[in-house]
């Protein structure tokens, strides 16, 4: 959504934020409130308007016409013109009366009026001259026939107003990145617009600043740069005007942007999981030498915003050679979401090496970075021969003979040899071919060894296969040639067994003879050949080494192999280069020659015989000699080369034997010496054809230790011609003494290649990047350079953390651990060990001890600490390491500083004793637990529980709790949230305990159990309480006592809180299931009776949930049984589900269809709980006969003491009641057979055990009589008495009592306090109206208690309309009206409305149980207005047919209605208009019974319905809601409240009276007691309105309250009052009513209390004691009863609230009384006083 900012409000600010918009994406034309301060948004939807209506045509009237006519670009003191045009598109001539614009500026010269024809339009010039630079505005008005409109007539001003969003919403950026977006930004005014931008970091707008013609628009770059993961909203100020006035005009774009951090994670492929890993790791495994392996990987961006990234390897040391890890991505892009695929190539360069590396993955603006570990394995070749020695037998002189060997590669990388012999093979009596090439991985090649020899000697040569990256295995070649003159012995291979053995230092050829080889030694001699070629002894010499002596020229044995260090042939020099450079190209001779030097170190005489090859350019002269012992001779080697330009190599052989051995039976095989020349010969101006080869490796790299090291290289001939090599030592000489090339020079043929070894011992002086070998390639100035890197470096091993490591503070006896990392920083592989002081040993570990670092490995470590004591630990640990290939380097030592600190930890439940509340019975409830670990250490502990019912013996069962976990750790200042499930298995109160132990590194306990909390339950069943029942219909005036008995609820009540039976809990009835027969609860529901179709019987019970739980109940009833009672019987709902603390109403009825007695069985059903019978009983009765119900055969008397067995009438002995209901619709009398009770009293001594005060009576239909009786015990034990009760014309019913007798006294005052509160006990729950009920009474039932006799107390209660719009009459029955008394008696509420009662008991004065029942009787007004009216109606008819006369026309009689007085009248035959007439049928069930009478006479049936239509019944009066009060109190003798009740009777203020004193004599200061309270009535309330009246006057006199603030405050003084003639003694005064008013006057405006009472208090003390003994008590109470009622109804009403803290007055010491006065509490009323009754005291202050 874009916006026009003009110039008069765009210097206004807008404040928006971006909750307004929802973070909407740019762009979005959602529509949005936007947020202005200070400016008119209508102005600017206007000014839009009139934009665009301005050049829109309106239709109006049949007229076409411009809206308005609008001049922009306009000057002062200049005329503009525009003309309106008026189009007639009517089908009627339009006249129009114009009315020209009221102002001077517009002017329009038409006439008055106009017409305008259909189709034709009427032109008018307007004319615009304005005065000066101002916005004019005025109209032209038109009046037609159908109506006006007018034409608006506007001049503007030319502004600035620019067009642009009201916000911008940046994409997601990362931090440290960038992100940018695009908003339009358009000139919509006519005039020339320079805009500047005032952007805000980290938001940057461009261009920042241009200019903008009219109409014109351009694109705003903003670009957001976010340096934090934040949410940035920032206003960018757009400034603009003409160039000169940036500042003049301004407005502003909310720019919008969310930073994230970035986040990258690798994940390798190559894992089978695939899941991200922190450490990502790459092992390429083993990978041949010359081969390289590529594996993958994922870069995956999982944050929300596009990551930018780096990835490199980083090594601490600086590479030797070239990389041989390489990454093909270096950096990169990754949206979110989504994953770059990257490879690394592993190519590995020395072999038996493992090679680790580090890459760093870098996000730009991540929080860390990412390491991803490369390891690779370099395997070389693994070459082995067939066969170690090659045995030609014995060969004729000229012969040859040829043989195989295979050379096989065990390995998966590529093989390259080449046999140590000389390559044309002319120059040596053996020959292999092929002398050279590569062996495919695991692959064989088959070579073929000849022998040709020339002279008839023992032959044997020891040939090196040189392997590349691995060391040579040896050949051994022997051959013996004879001729017809010589034959020499044969050489085996068993005689070169002995070579193998170490010789002695003088060794003597004649030491072969020594010994004779068995035939067994003989077999094996090749198996030892074998096993000595693969594995060298310890003795030995390396084989490297072995074939670096003898190309030097130095034979030790023919074997080679001894390891002593003086030699016993040399040959020097061992190699020869020819450079023959003629001095002309004319010269004839090409020959050369250089000497040899033979030595022969051994005691015998040798024969040296060299190999001569024909056609060979070189040649040794002589070709052979003897050399004495010790001696050494010399030999020319000649090189004459049969043409130039040529380039020869060859490997000259010489064999020195003992002449003298040829024929031993043993013979010992001779010496092998070699001579390697090379020669070239080229003409002047000739040069050497140029070389094509490489070398492999170029560089190598040698140990950095300083011990004597070999590696190989190869120099391969890629060319067509030969080409020889030289080692070119002129260059560095120093470092050629220090490096050896074997061979150093030689001819390689073409497609050929040459295995170099060199040999070298690196040393700390080389150079570290390492130094360059040069070789001379065909003896000219091409040079092929080898790099080697040979330089000692010490091991170093770096430690994490500077060497220190700090554990957090640990547990005592229990284990932290740390990761600590070492580093290995040198370019050795290290063999580490961690060596653990002994004392420190019990308390750190290291796992692991010992290891091996690969170059630039890091490894980490675990350590464990454990502390046994509370200290701070300071160990030094060792780390020892040397290099792996050298045991015997000295050794290298760092120490690790360990620091740890031990405490006690230990933790705690947030809550120690957890209350559950109420759990079912088989089933499971959550708990959780807190955990906290306060301690300044992580603790490891096991949890325990122990379980124990409280209620009940502990028996054998499983743990009702179970935890989530028994072992955990908890590192410090944490919580742990224990979560655990109860699932109890039987009903008890239950008490668990969770205690722990802490734990050792070992895992064992290491403390005692320790109690963590304590868990307790309440393990019930689900059960139901009935704690509420009203009645309706035919039973609607029964008490709640009589129907609580009805429904036998204390029973019920009684079972739905027992336990259930095992069967009830098996048998799991559905809802709609048949009642079962496995419960033994049978109760009886009985609903009375009633006449014969008389109303239904209605009980409504409300069912209570007290459990925590919910609870799902039904009633099952027998779906087979079809009977009449289902029915008659009626129970809504069946069933349901009540919430705990959930009340639920459920009706129960019976219709009375069918005269007798009916019975129904029903089942109460509480899913997983309890299951009761319920037996529902009905009674109909005939309508004209009588029937007295009673509910119960049986009675129970309230327990009585046997101390008070006296005269029956003492009032010690209480009135105990029995209550008789008349169910009929007839009168009942009744007699209590008092024979029975004569006879009880005979057979108890005479006592007077049972009496009745009323044994006969009668009792009206519907009412209920009650039978006093005195029940006066002589023993103390059950008494069981059966009286019949005899009925009028009816059944005589036995019933029985029972009663008890107590020997101590208190236990029957408690009996008789407490069985007249059994049905209030169920009801004291928040008591809720029923269902459709229209008024509330606050209390069903009020308890006096315990009170003395003749006294009066007094309760609160409140009668609230529930109604909104109907209003209530309430008339309270008058017939107790000597015991209670209630005002008022009647009236009116209003809808909502609340009224308060005074509840006024007063005791007689006999000891009395009193159970009385308070009926309220309430009328709808509407219903009470109509039944009035109907009744005015009725009677007014009925008067004018008594006073008119009748007409006896038939027509005329017809349509006077008929007046019925009676409201049931079976017959209608009074008075003359309807004698004639037969008695009607009644009319309350239809027409169904009249159709049974007239079945045969349609015409008769018609005729009834006539006269039903004519009969007018007398109108009945609506039928009275009845409201139940049940009033219950035990009155006793003073003397027995004294004793009995001492503390209850210090709390009563009143006074007594004497019943068998004297009247007092009247006097001038006391009135006399004998005066009735009704004779002061009309003073007393006269008094009481006027006291009341000047109290709200003076509370409301503004000058009088600022009086009582200005007066100071004193004590307020309580006077006593005198006492009269009558009282026995005195008691003191009330308080002053001060207080009282006051705190009434409190509640209306702010008054000073203390203040009022003390101006109240200043009267004079004779005044105010006349006054108080002036004034009558019932005034007293008169008063304090009004102010008390006054509270109590603001109270309800909100205005006044009764838990403020309280104002106190404290008594003077003179004036306080003995008694103390308080408030008696019972439930649900509020008691305002207790006195005697007749007496004139007040009533107490504190009431």
Same mark, same amino acid.
């Given at each position: 959504?874009?916006?026009?900012?003009?110039?008069?409000?765009?210097?206004?600010?807008?404040?928006?934020?971006?909750?307004?918009?929802?973070?909407?994406?740019?762009?979005?034309?959602?529509?949005?409130?936007?947020?202005?301060?200070?400016?008119?948004?209508?102005?600017?939807?206007?000014?839009?308007?009139?934009?665009?209506?301005?050049?829109?045509?309106?239709?109006?009237?049949?007229?076409?016409?411009?809206?308005?006519?609008?001049?922009?670009?306009?000057?002062?003191?200049?005329?503009?013109?525009?003309?309106?045009?008026?189009?007639?598109?009517?089908?009627?001539?339009?006249?129009?009366?114009?009315?020209?614009?009221?102002?001077?500026?517009?002017?329009?010269?038409?006439?008055?009026?106009?017409?305008?024809?259909?189709?034709?339009?009427?032109?008018?010039?307007?004319?615009?001259?304005?005065?000066?630079?101002?916005?004019?505005?005025?109209?032209?008005?038109?009046?037609?026939?159908?109506?006006?409109?007018?034409?608006?007539?506007?001049?503007?001003?030319?502004?600035?107003?620019?067009?642009?969003?009201?916000?911008?919403?940046?994409?997601?950026?990362?931090?440290?990145?960038?992100?940018?977006?695009?908003?339009?930004?358009?000139?919509?005014?006519?005039?020339?617009?320079?805009?500047?931008?005032?952007?805000?970091?980290?938001?940057?707008?461009?261009?920042?600043?241009?200019?903008?013609?009219?109409?014109?628009?351009?694109?705003?770059?903003?670009?957001?740069?976010?340096?934090?993961?934040?949410?940035?909203?920032?206003?960018?100020?757009?400034?603009?005007?003409?160039?000169?006035?940036?500042?003049?005009?301004?407005?502003?774009?909310?720019?919008?942007?969310?930073?994230?951090?970035?986040?990258?994670?690798?994940?390798?492929?190559?894992?089978?999981?695939?899941?991200?890993?922190?450490?990502?790791?790459?092992?390429?495994?083993?990978?041949?030498?010359?081969?390289?392996?590529?594996?993958?990987?994922?870069?995956?961006?999982?944050?929300?915003?596009?990551?930018?990234?780096?990835?490199?390897?980083?090594?601490?040391?600086?590479?030797?050679?070239?990389?041989?890890?390489?990454?093909?991505?270096?950096?990169?892009?990754?949206?979110?979401?989504?994953?770059?695929?990257?490879?690394?190539?592993?190519?590995?360069?020395?072999?038996?090496?493992?090679?680790?590396?580090?890459?760093?993955?870098?996000?730009?603006?991540?929080?860390?970075?990412?390491?991803?570990?490369?390891?690779?394995?370099?395997?070389?070749?693994?070459?082995?021969?067939?066969?170690?020695?090659?045995?030609?037998?014995?060969?004729?002189?000229?012969?040859?003979?040829?043989?195989?060997?295979?050379?096989?590669?065990?390995?998966?990388?590529?093989?390259?040899?080449?046999?140590?012999?000389?390559?044309?093979?002319?120059?040596?009596?053996?020959?292999?071919?092929?002398?050279?090439?590569?062996?495919?991985?695991?692959?064989?090649?088959?070579?073929?060894?000849?022998?040709?020899?020339?002279?008839?000697?023992?032959?044997?040569?020891?040939?090196?296969?040189?392997?590349?990256?691995?060391?040579?295995?040896?050949?051994?070649?022997?051959?013996?040639?004879?001729?017809?003159?010589?034959?020499?012995?044969?050489?085996?291979?068993?005689?070169?067994?002995?070579?193998?053995?170490?010789?002695?230092?003088?060794?003597?050829?004649?030491?072969?003879?020594?010994?004779?080889?068995?035939?067994?030694?003989?077999?094996?001699?090749?198996?030892?050949?074998?096993?000595?070629?693969?594995?060298?002894?310890?003795?030995?010499?390396?084989?490297?080494?072995?074939?670096?002596?003898?190309?030097?020229?130095?034979?030790?044995?023919?074997?080679?192999?001894?390891?002593?260090?003086?030699?016993?042939?040399?040959?020097?020099?061992?190699?020869?280069?020819?450079?023959?450079?003629?001095?002309?190209?004319?010269?004839?001779?090409?020959?050369?020659?250089?000497?040899?030097?033979?030595?022969?170190?051994?005691?015998?005489?040798?024969?040296?015989?060299?190999?001569?090859?024909?056609?060979?350019?070189?040649?040794?002269?002589?070709?052979?000699?003897?050399?004495?012992?010790?001696?050494?001779?010399?030999?020319?080697?000649?090189?004459?080369?049969?043409?130039?330009?040529?380039?020869?190599?060859?490997?000259?052989?010489?064999?020195?034997?003992?002449?003298?051995?040829?024929?031993?039976?043993?013979?010992?095989?001779?010496?092998?010496?070699?001579?390697?020349?090379?020669?070239?010969?080229?003409?002047?101006?000739?040069?050497?054809?140029?070389?094509?080869?490489?070398?492999?490796?170029?560089?190598?790299?040698?140990?950095?230790?300083?011990?004597?090291?070999?590696?190989?290289?190869?120099?391969?001939?890629?060319?067509?011609?030969?080409?020889?090599?030289?080692?070119?030592?002129?260059?560095?000489?120093?470092?050629?003494?220090?490096?050896?090339?074997?061979?150093?020079?030689?001819?390689?043929?073409?497609?050929?290649?040459?295995?170099?070894?060199?040999?070298?011992?690196?040393?700390?002086?080389?150079?570290?990047?390492?130094?360059?070998?040069?070789?001379?390639?065909?003896?000219?100035?091409?040079?092929?350079?080898?790099?080697?890197?040979?330089?000692?470096?010490?091991?170093?091993?770096?430690?994490?953390?500077?060497?220190?490591?700090?554990?957090?503070?640990?547990?005592?006896?229990?284990?932290?651990?740390?990761?600590?990392?070492?580093?290995?920083?040198?370019?050795?592989?290290?063999?580490?060990?961690?060596?653990?002081?002994?004392?420190?040993?019990?308390?750190?570990?290291?796992?692991?001890?010992?290891?091996?670092?690969?170059?630039?490995?890091?490894?980490?470590?675990?350590?464990?600490?454990?502390?046994?004591?509370?200290?701070?630990?300071?160990?030094?640990?060792?780390?020892?390491?040397?290099?792996?290939?050298?045991?015997?380097?000295?050794?290298?030592?760092?120490?690790?500083?360990?620091?740890?600190?031990?405490?006690?930890?230990?933790?705690?439940?947030?809550?120690?004793?957890?209350?559950?509340?109420?759990?079912?019975?088989?089933?499971?409830?959550?708990?959780?637990?807190?955990?906290?670990?306060?301690?300044?250490?992580?603790?490891?502990?096991?949890?325990?529980?122990?379980?124990?019912?409280?209620?009940?013996?502990?028996?054998?069962?499983?743990?009702?709790?179970?935890?989530?976990?028994?072992?955990?750790?908890?590192?410090?200042?944490?919580?742990?949230?224990?979560?655990?499930?109860?699932?109890?298995?039987?009903?008890?109160?239950?008490?668990?305990?969770?205690?722990?132990?802490?734990?050792?590194?070992?895992?064992?306990?290491?403390?005692?159990?320790?109690?963590?909390?304590?868990?307790?339950?309440?393990?019930?069943?689900?059960?139901?309480?009935?704690?509420?029942?009203?009645?309706?219909?035919?039973?609607?005036?029964?008490?709640?006592?009589?129907?609580?008995?009805?429904?036998?609820?204390?029973?019920?009540?009684?079972?739905?809180?027992?336990?259930?039976?095992?069967?009830?809990?098996?048998?799991?009835?559905?809802?709609?299931?048949?009642?079962?027969?496995?419960?033994?609860?049978?109760?009886?529901?009985?609903?009375?009776?009633?006449?014969?179709?008389?109303?239904?019987?209605?009980?409504?019970?409300?069912?209570?949930?007290?459990?925590?739980?919910?609870?799902?109940?039904?009633?099952?009833?027998?779906?087979?049984?079809?009977?009449?009672?289902?029915?008659?019987?009626?129970?809504?709902?069946?069933?349901?589900?009540?919430?705990?603390?959930?009340?639920?109403?459920?009706?129960?009825?019976?219709?009375?269809?069918?005269?007798?007695?009916?019975?129904?069985?029903?089942?109460?059903?509480?899913?997983?709980?309890?299951?009761?019978?319920?037996?529902?009983?009905?009674?109909?009765?005939?309508?004209?006969?009588?029937?007295?119900?009673?509910?119960?055969?049986?009675?129970?008397?309230?327990?009585?003491?046997?101390?008070?067995?006296?005269?029956?009438?003492?009032?010690?002995?209480?009135?105990?009641?029995?209550?008789?209901?008349?169910?009929?619709?007839?009168?009942?009398?009744?007699?209590?057979?008092?024979?029975?009770?004569?006879?009880? !009293?005979?057979?108890?001594?005479?006592? %007077?055990?049972?009496?009745? +005060?009323? &044994?006969?009576? /009668? *009792? $009206?239909?519907?009412? @209920?009589?009650?039978?006093?009786?005195?029940?006066?015990?002589?023993?103390?034990?059950?008494?069981?008495?059966?009286?019949?009760?005899?009925?009028?014309?009816?059944?005589?019913?036995?019933?029985?009592?029972?009663?008890?007798?107590?020997?101590?006294?208190?236990?029957?005052?408690?009996?008789?306090?407490?069985?007249?509160?059994?049905?209030?006990?169920?009801?004291?729950?928040?008591?809720?109206?029923?269902?459709?009920?229209?008024?509330?009474?606050?209390?069903?039932?009020?308890?006096?208690?315990?009170?003395?006799?003749?006294?009066?107390?007094?309760?609160?209660?409140?009668?609230?309309?529930?109604?909104?719009?109907?209003?209530?009459?309430?008339?309270?029955?008058?017939?107790? !009206?000597?015991?209670?008394?209630?005002? %008022?008696?009647?009236?009116? +509420?209003? &809808?909502?409305? /609340? *009224? $308060?009662?005074?509840? @006024?008991?007063?005791?007689?004065?006999?000891?009395?149980?009193?159970?009385?029942?308070?009926?309220?009787?309430?009328?709808?007004?509407?219903?009470?207005?109509?039944?009035?009216?109907?009744?005015?109606?009725?009677?007014?008819?009925?008067?004018?047919?008594?006073?008119?006369?009748?007409?006896?026309?038939?027509?005329?009689?017809?349509?006077?209605?008929?007046?019925?007085?009676?409201?049931?009248?079976?017959?209608?035959?009074?008075?003359?208009?309807?004698?004639?007439?037969?008695?009607?049928?009644?009319?309350?069930?239809?027409?169904?019974?009249?159709?049974?009478?007239?079945?045969?006479?349609?015409?008769?049936?018609?005729?009834?319905?006539?006269?039903?239509?004519?009969?007018?019944?007398?109108?009945?009066?609506?039928? %009275?809601?009845?409201?139940? +009060?049940?009033?219950?109190?035990?009155?006793?003798?003073?003397?027995?409240?004294?004793?009995?009740?001492?503390?209850?009777?210090?709390?009563?203020?009143?006074?007594?009276?004497?019943?068998?004193?004297?009247?007092?004599?009247?006097?001038?200061?006391?009135?006399?007691?004998?005066?009735?309270?009704?004779?002061?009535?009309?003073?007393?309330?006269?008094?009481?309105?006027?006291?009341?009246?000047?109290?709200?006057?003076?509370?409301?006199?503004?000058?009088?309250?600022?009086?009582?603030?200005?007066?100071?405050?004193?004590?307020?003084?309580?006077?006593?009052?005198?006492?009269?003639?009558?009282?026995?003694?005195?008691?003191?005064?009330?308080?002053?009513?001060?207080?009282?008013?006051?705190?009434?006057?409190?509640?209306?405006?702010?008054?000073?209390?203390?203040?009022?009472?003390?101006?109240?208090?200043?009267?004079?003390?004779?005044?105010?004691?006349?006054?108080?003994?002036?004034?009558?008590?019932?005034?007293?109470?008169?008063?304090?009863?009004?102010?008390?009622?006054?509270?109590?109804?603001?109270?309800?009403?909100?205005?006044?609230?009764?838990?403020?803290?309280?104002?106190?007055?404290?008594?003077?010491?003179?004036?306080?009384?003995?008694?103390?006065?308080?408030?008696?509490?019972?439930?649900?009323?509020?008691?305002?006083?207790?006195?005697?009754?007749?007496?004139?005291?007040?009533?107490?202050?504190?009431?």
């Amino acid at each position: 959504m874009s916006r026009k900012v003009n110039e008069s409000d765009c210097s206004l600010p807008q404040r928006m934020l971006a909750e307004d918009r929802g973070l909407e994406p740019f762009g979005s034309t959602t529509p949005r409130k936007l947020s202005t301060i200070g400016r008119d948004v209508k102005s600017q939807q206007g000014w839009r308007s009139r934009q665009q209506t301005s050049s829109q045509r309106i239709s109006c009237y049949g007229l076409e016409m411009k809206s308005e006519l609008v001049w922009e670009r306009w000057e002062p003191q200049r005329e503009f013109t525009k003309t309106l045009v008026l189009k007639n598109v009517h089908s009627k001539l339009q006249k129009l009366i114009v009315r020209p614009p009221a102002s001077k500026v517009f002017n329009t010269l038409i006439p008055r009026s106009i017409l305008i024809s259909p189709g034709t339009s009427f032109s008018m010039q307007v004319t615009f001259k304005p005065q000066q630079k101002c916005e004019y505005e005025d109209n032209i008005e038109f009046q037609g026939k159908d109506g006006s409109f007018s034409v608006s007539l506007r001049a503007t001003i030319p502004c600035y107003a620019l067009e642009m969003p009201d916000s911008v919403l940046l994409p997601l950026c990362a931090v440290q990145n960038s992100t940018q977006a695009s908003f339009l930004l358009r000139n919509v005014s006519k005039l020339q617009t320079y805009f500047q931008w005032e952007g805000m970091a980290p938001f940057h707008l461009s261009p920042e600043r241009g200019l903008l013609g009219p109409n014109q628009e351009c694109y705003i770059t903003v670009v957001f740069q976010a340096l934090e993961a934040l949410v940035y909203q920032e206003h960018a100020t757009c400034r603009f005007g003409e160039e000169s006035e940036t500042a003049q005009s301004s407005c502003t774009v909310l720019l919008q942007g969310v930073a994230s951090y970035p986040y990258l994670l690798l994940r390798n492929l190559s894992s089978k999981d695939e899941k991200p890993q922190c450490d990502a790791v790459l092992d390429f495994g083993s990978v041949a030498i010359g081969q390289n392996s590529q594996k993958f990987f994922h870069i995956f961006n999982p944050s929300p915003v596009t990551a930018s990234f780096s990835f490199s390897l980083q090594s601490d040391s600086v590479p030797l050679l070239e990389l041989e890890f390489s990454c093909d991505v270096s950096r990169g892009t990754v949206l979110p979401g989504e994953s770059l695929q990257a490879s690394v190539t592993f190519t590995p360069a020395v072999v038996e090496t493992i090679s680790v590396e580090y890459f760093h993955l870098k996000c730009s603006g991540a929080l860390g970075e990412t390491r991803l570990k490369v390891i690779g394995r370099c395997e070389g070749p693994k070459v082995s021969l067939s066969s170690s020695v090659v045995d030609f037998g014995f060969v004729k002189e000229g012969g040859t003979v040829e043989q195989t060997v295979e050379i096989v590669n065990s390995s998966p990388a590529e093989a390259v040899y080449q046999m140590d012999l000389d390559g044309g093979g002319r120059h040596s009596v053996f020959s292999i071919q092929p002398a050279s090439g590569a062996i495919r991985p695991n692959g064989k090649v088959i070579l073929r060894a000849v022998y040709r020899p020339t002279h008839p000697i023992i032959h044997h040569r020891r040939v090196a296969c040189l392997i590349l990256h691995r060391e040579p295995v040896f050949l051994d070649l022997i051959g013996t040639c004879h001729s017809k003159l010589q034959q020499p012995t044969v050489l085996k291979a068993e005689h070169l067994l002995r070579c193998y053995q170490r010789p002695d230092s003088q060794h003597s050829p004649g030491g072969m003879r020594q010994g004779h080889a068995s035939g067994s030694e003989q077999t094996s001699v090749l198996c030892l050949l074998e096993e000595r070629a693969d594995s060298a002894l310890d003795w030995s010499i390396s084989p490297m080494q072995q074939y670096v002596q003898a190309t030097q020229g130095c034979i030790d044995a023919v074997s080679s192999a001894s390891a002593s260090s003086t030699s016993h042939m040399t040959v020097a020099p061992s190699e020869l280069v020819f450079h023959h450079k003629p001095s002309s190209s004319s010269s004839v001779s090409f020959a050369s020659s250089q000497s040899v030097a033979i030595t022969n170190y051994t005691g015998e005489k040798l024969s040296l015989l060299w190999t001569a090859a024909p056609n060979s350019p070189f040649s040794v002269s002589p070709p052979s000699c003897d050399l004495a012992p010790l001696k050494s001779t010399s030999f020319r080697v000649n090189y004459d080369p049969k043409q130039p330009s040529a380039l020869h190599g060859a490997q000259l052989e010489c064999f020195a034997y003992n002449k003298d051995q040829l024929d031993d039976r043993y013979p010992r095989p001779p010496w092998c010496l070699t001579v390697r020349v090379v020669g070239h010969y080229f003409l002047p101006g000739q040069e050497p054809p140029t070389p094509c080869c490489v070398l492999k490796p170029p560089g190598l790299v040698f140990p950095a230790l300083g011990v004597l090291s070999y590696r190989t290289t190869v120099i391969q001939n890629r060319g067509d011609l030969p080409l020889t090599f030289c080692l070119d030592g002129g260059s560095e000489p120093a470092l050629a003494e220090a490096v050896s090339v074997v061979p150093s020079c030689g001819l390689i043929p073409p497609g050929c290649h040459q295995i170099l070894t060199v040999r070298t011992t690196p040393s700390e002086e080389s150079p570290r990047q390492g130094f360059s070998v040069s070789f001379r390639l065909n003896g000219n100035k091409i040079t092929k350079e080898l790099k080697v890197v040979s330089v000692v470096e010490s091991v170093s091993v770096a430690l994490e953390g500077d060497g220190s490591l700090y554990f957090p503070p640990t547990a005592v006896c229990s284990q932290s651990q740390r990761s600590h990392r070492i580093q290995n920083q040198s370019h050795l592989p290290l063999r580490f060990q961690w060596n653990i002081p002994e004392d420190d040993q019990g308390f750190i570990s290291v796992e692991p001890e010992a290891g091996v670092l690969q170059p630039n490995e890091n490894s980490g470590q675990v350590w464990s600490f454990s502390p046994s004591e509370e200290k701070t630990y300071n160990l030094r640990p060792t780390l020892t390491f040397w290099p792996v290939h050298t045991p015997g380097f000295s050794e290298s030592q760092q120490r690790l500083k360990v620091v740890g600190i031990g405490f006690k930890g230990f933790i705690e439940a947030e809550k120690s004793l957890l209350d559950v509340g109420e759990i079912l019975v088989g089933s499971c409830k959550p708990l959780e637990v807190l955990l906290v670990n306060k301690s300044p250490c992580s603790v490891t502990f096991s949890l325990s529980v122990q379980q124990s019912p409280v209620d009940e013996d502990p028996e054998t069962e499983s743990s009702g709790i179970q935890l989530q976990f028994e072992r955990a750790t908890m590192t410090s200042q944490s919580t742990l949230l224990l979560r655990s499930t109860i699932r109890p298995q039987r009903q008890a109160q239950y008490l668990w305990t969770i205690s722990y132990q802490t734990l050792n590194a070992n895992g064992s306990a290491s403390s005692p159990p320790q109690v963590l909390c304590e868990v307790q339950a309440t393990v019930v069943y689900p059960t139901l309480m009935v704690i509420d029942v009203c009645t309706g219909g035919s039973v609607g005036k029964l008490s709640k006592v009589h129907l609580w008995k009805l429904f036998s609820l204390d029973r019920l009540n009684m079972h739905l809180r027992s336990s259930p039976t095992p069967a009830e809990l098996t048998h799991r009835g559905g809802r709609k299931q048949s009642p079962s027969v496995f419960t033994d609860s049978k109760l009886n529901f009985d609903f009375s009776a009633a006449p014969l179709h008389s109303d239904p019987s209605v009980f409504v019970l409300i069912f209570h949930n007290p459990c925590s739980n919910p609870v799902e109940w039904a009633f099952l009833i027998n779906q087979l049984e079809d009977g009449e009672e289902k029915e008659l019987f009626g129970i809504s709902p069946r069933s349901g589900t009540l919430l705990p603390g959930q009340q639920r109403a459920v009706y129960f009825s019976y219709s009375h269809h069918f005269v007798g007695p009916k019975q129904y069985p029903v089942v109460l059903k509480l899913a997983q709980g309890r299951e009761i019978l319920l037996n529902l009983k009905a009674m109909t009765v005939e309508k004209d006969s009588s029937y007295l119900h009673f509910p119960s055969k049986r009675h129970v008397f309230t327990s009585v003491s046997i101390a008070d067995s006296t005269s029956p009438r003492q009032p010690s002995f209480a009135l105990q009641v029995y209550e008789l209901h008349n169910a009929g619709a007839r009168p009942v009398h009744y007699q209590v057979d008092a024979s029975v009770l004569s006879r009880l !009293q005979t057979d108890n001594f005479n006592h %007077p055990l049972l009496r009745c +005060l009323n &044994p006969k009576g /009668t *009792v $009206l239909p519907g009412q @209920t009589a009650v039978l006093e009786w005195i029940f006066s015990p002589l023993e103390a034990k059950l008494y069981q008495m059966d009286v019949p009760i005899h009925v009028e014309n009816g059944d005589t019913a036995v019933v029985r009592f029972e009663g008890c007798g107590l020997r101590a006294p208190e236990l029957s005052y408690k009996n008789l306090s407490s069985s007249s509160e059994s049905v209030a006990s169920e009801q004291s729950l928040l008591k809720r109206p029923f269902p459709g009920q229209l008024v509330f009474l606050s209390e069903d039932n009020v308890s006096f208690g315990d009170i003395p006799v003749c006294s009066r107390s007094s309760r609160l209660l409140f009668l609230i309309n529930l109604s909104h719009s109907n209003t209530l009459h309430f008339t309270w029955n008058k017939s107790h !009206q000597q015991l209670v008394q209630i005002k %008022p008696d009647e009236g009116t +509420l209003s &809808p909502g409305e /609340t *009224v $308060l009662f005074v509840l @006024t008991f007063i005791s007689s004065e006999h000891p009395t149980c009193y159970q009385l029942d308070v009926f309220c009787q309430i009328l709808q007004e509407d219903e009470l207005v109509q039944y009035k009216n109907a009744l005015q109606r009725w009677e007014k008819e009925k008067e004018r047919q008594q006073t008119e006369f009748i007409i006896t026309d038939k027509k005329l009689l017809k349509t006077q209605p008929i007046l019925e007085e009676d409201e049931h009248v079976p017959s209608v035959r009074q008075g003359p208009p309807i004698r004639k007439y037969k008695t009607l049928p009644p009319i309350y069930d239809g027409t169904e019974l009249v159709s049974t009478l007239f079945t045969k006479s349609t015409r008769a049936e018609r005729r009834v319905q006539r006269e039903a239509a004519r009969l007018w019944k007398r109108p009945e009066p609506p039928q %009275p809601f009845v409201l139940q +009060l049940w009033v219950t109190a035990h009155s006793h003798s003073l003397p027995d409240y004294l004793s009995h009740f001492p503390k209850q009777f210090q709390k009563l203020h009143r006074y007594l009276q004497s019943l068998n004193s004297e009247k007092p004599k009247p006097s001038n200061l006391d009135r006399p007691a004998a005066v009735s309270s009704s004779t002061l009535c009309p003073e007393k309330h006269i008094v009481g309105d006027i006291l009341t009246s000047l109290l709200w006057c003076a509370i409301d006199d503004p000058v009088f309250m600022e009086l009582l603030n200005a007066t100071p405050c004193k004590p307020i003084v309580y006077m006593a009052q005198q006492p009269g003639p009558s009282s026995p003694s005195s008691k003191p005064a009330p308080s002053s009513p001060s207080q009282r008013v006051a705190e009434r006057g409190k509640q209306r405006r702010p008054v000073d209390t203390e203040a009022t009472a003390e101006s109240l208090e200043k009267l004079p003390q004779t005044e105010t004691r006349r006054r108080a003994t002036d004034l009558p008590g019932d005034t007293y109470e008169h008063f304090l009863l009004g102010i008390t009622q006054s509270l109590m109804m603001e109270a309800v009403r909100g205005e006044l609230v009764l838990t403020a803290h309280p104002h106190t007055n404290i008594l003077p010491s003179s004036h306080r009384s003995t008694p103390k006065s308080s408030d008696r509490e019972e439930s649900g009323s509020l008691e305002v006083g207790q006195e005697p009754a007749g007496t004139d005291v007040p009533l107490s202050s504190s009431q």
